[in-house]
Nanobody, 130 residues
């Protein structure tokens, strides 16, 4: 399974960006079998789970730092998950990665940590300026 992120860039504080994550290379399991998470890592900081959507789109998770500002969605026909980021803050500056895993419990349990996601994209840089 391959994941590719798009949409990073430079944006001013308070602005918006939409990231996308497109999957390919399925091996038996279709796109709708995978729970997709968006993680980010800023320089000198640990990787942080920001948002997550279950394989069927029925459940989502948001980290406290992005709740109310970020929205995750998916389009199974395009094998793509989106992350709409609004009201961006300087602290949102990071490399954003999408990752795929198989849901075995709940997104609230699975998504805050990267350990349950075996497949990763290479990341896209988001820089928020003042």
């Amino acid at each position: 399974l391959q994941l590719v992120e798009f949409g990073g860039g430079l944006v001013q504080r308070g602005g918006s960006l939409r990231l996308s994550c497109t999957a390919s290379g399925f091996n038996g399991l279709g796109f709708d079998a995978w729970t997709i998470g968006w993680f980010r890592q800023a320089p000198g900081k640990e990787r942080e789970g920001t948002s997550c959507i279950s394989h069927n789109g029925g459940d989502t998770f948001y980290g406290d730092s992005v709740k109310g500002r970020f929205t995750i969605s998916k389009d199974d026909a395009k094998n793509t998950v989106y992350l709409q980021m609004n009201n961006l803050e300087i602290e949102d500056t990071a490399v954003y990665y999408c990752a795929a895993g198989i849901l075995t419990s709940t997104v609230q349990f699975m998504c805050p940590t990267s350990r349950y996601f075996p497949h990763w994209g290479k990341g896209t840089l988001v820089t928020v300026s003042s």
